[in-house]
Nanobody, 120 residues
Framework: VQLQASGGGLVQVGGSLRLSCAVS????????MGWYSRTPGRQRELVAR???????DYADSVKGRFTISRDNAKNTVYLEMSSLIPEDTAVYYC???????????????WGQGTLVTVSS
């Protein structure tokens, strides 16, 4: 199972970005999908996640500004980021909890990370 993230880059304060993460490989079912961020000196933190039924969960710092969604047909999760502020600058990692077969357990998988830089 591989996760390929894309969409990071440099954006000015108040701007928007859309991150995408496609899951490929031996995928039978995907449970949770999400995005986490990491800044220097800090551990990886939850930004947003979405479960298979569509329920979502957001970090307080991004509520009202970020929207997570998923396309189950494409095994892809998105993060729409708007009203960006310098504090959003981080490497963003996508995560998926994946089962590779009907009798296999679910495992955590991570993408390679994509850098988002918000300049003032």
């Amino acid at each position: 199972v591989q996760l390929q993230a894309s969409g990071g880059g440099l954006v000015q304060v108040g701007g928007s970005l859309r991150l995408s993460c496609a899951v490929s490989g031996s995928v039978f079912a995907i449970q949770n999908m999400g995005w986490y961020s990491r800044t220097p000196g800090r551990q990886r933190e939850l930004v947003a996640r979405i479960i298979s039924g569509g329920s979502t969960d957001y970090a307080d710092s991004v509520k009202g500004r970020f929207t997570i969604s998923r396309d189950n047909a494409k095994n892809t999760v998105y993060l729409e980021m708007s009203s960006l502020i310098p504090e959003d600058t981080a490497v963003y990692y996508c995560n998926a909890v994946v089962r590779s077969g009907p009798l296999r357990p679910f495992y955590d998988y991570w993408g390679q990370g994509t850098l988002v830089t918000v300049s003032s």
